[in-house]
């Protein structure tokens, strides 16, 4: 599956992202109101390269120890 970033835009703004992935969108949800419009599309499509190149479920990811 290629997961994509879809932006909702409104007066030329952008109010909503989200990448389909209920996890994903709670997460940039979370930072829509903790940062600057920039970093936070750019979180967005920093997480879009990662769910692209990972070889298993999202829900099975996790640190390298």
């Known amino acids: 599956m290629l997961y994509r970033l ?3 835009i409104e007066q030329e703004k ?3 992202l989200s990448l389909g992935v209920s996890e994903v ?3 940039l949800r979370f930072w829509k ?3 600057r419009p920039h970093p936070w599309i750019n979180y ?3 997480l879009q390269v990662f769910l692209n190149t990972m070889r298993k479920p999202l829900l099975e990811v996790t640190a390298v120890t």
């Open 44 to 46: 967005g499509y920093d």
């Open 33 to 35: 109101c903790r940062c």
């Open 6 to 8: 879809r932006r909702e």
């Open 14 to 16: 952008v109010i909503g």
């Open 25 to 27: 969108d709670a997460y």
